[in-house]
């Protein structure tokens, strides 16, 4: 099982949008609309933002969103704000009780 | 709350064996999925193995087949990954996590496993 591709980095300006990828196959992100985004902190374990493509668990602010176009996923960030800078991974449910992560993505906050 | 906290990391050389434990604060550990999942000093996250609400079903990365054994005590509320034959590879931050197929939805702080010699 092969890790989801996503970008190695992302930036933008206080106030702006970012987004970031996760490329899959019909075998994961395709198959499924089980996809899940987790930010995390340097030092810190991850935190679950965004689970089933797009739904927020309580307490994340709905400046997070998700989507999925086929085999590639996406999480936005609006309104860029200076605590959103850390390393966000995308996961996906790969079949058969079977789970696969993303690279990640440094997110920085210019 | 429900909170996860792992233990039993340390160094252990190429080819020796580490049991981790995972202790639940709560009795929503019974009834859920639980994985282990890894990270590399300044690499991704990996998922490693899935053990289902009762420890009838297990699933492993193929890189772990064989070596590594994940179960479960649902009266204690502890789940377990006793790691064999370990590698300089399996050198990660180890985290349970509880999931389902949707996502991996807490986390406990994790505890580091070093294979060196």
């Known amino acids: 099982q092969s890790a989801l591709t996503q970008p190695p980095s992302a930036s933008g300006s206080p106030g702006q949008s970012v987004a970031i990828s996760c490329t899959g196959t019909?075998?994961?992100?395709?198959?499924?609309?089980?996809v899940s985004w987790y930010q995390q902190y340097p030092g810190e374990a991850p935190k679950l933002i965004i689970y089933?493509?797009?739904k927020r668990p309580s307490g994340v602010p709905n400046r997070f969103s998700g989507s999925k176009s086929d085999n590639t996923a996406s999480l936005t960030v609006s309104g860029l704000q200076a605590e959103d800078e850390a390393d966000y991974y995308c996961?996906?449910?790969?079949?058969?009780?079977?789970?696969?992560f993303g690279s990640g993505t440094q997110v920085t906050v210019l | 709350e429900v909170q996860l906290v792992e233990s039993g990391g340390g160094l252990v050389q190429p080819g020796g064996s580490l049991r981790l434990a995972c202790a639940a604060s709560?009795?929503?550990?019974?009834?859920?999925?639980m994985s282990w999942v890894r990270q590399a000093p300044g690499k991704g996250l990996e998922w490693v193995a899935d053990?289902?609400?009762?420890?009838?079903?297990?699933k492993y990365v193929e890189s772990v087949k064989g070596r590594f054994t994940v179960s479960r005590d649902n009266a204690k509320k502890s789940l377990l990954l006793q790691m064999d034959s370990l590698r300089a590879e399996d050198t990660a931050i180890y985290y349970c996590?509880?999931?389902?197929?949707?996502?991996?939805?807490?986390w406990g702080q994790g505890t580091m496993v070093t294979v060196s010699s």
């Open positions: 089933e493509v797009s």
């Open positions: 996961s996906s449910y790969a079949g058969s009780n079977n789970y696969v």
């Open positions: 019909s075998s994961d992100v395709g198959g499924y609309n089980t």
């Open positions: 996590a509880r999931g389902s197929q949707s996502a991996f939805d807490t």
């Open positions: 709560a009795s929503i550990f019974n009834g859920y999925r």
């Open positions: 053990i289902n609400f009762d420890g009838s079903e297990k």
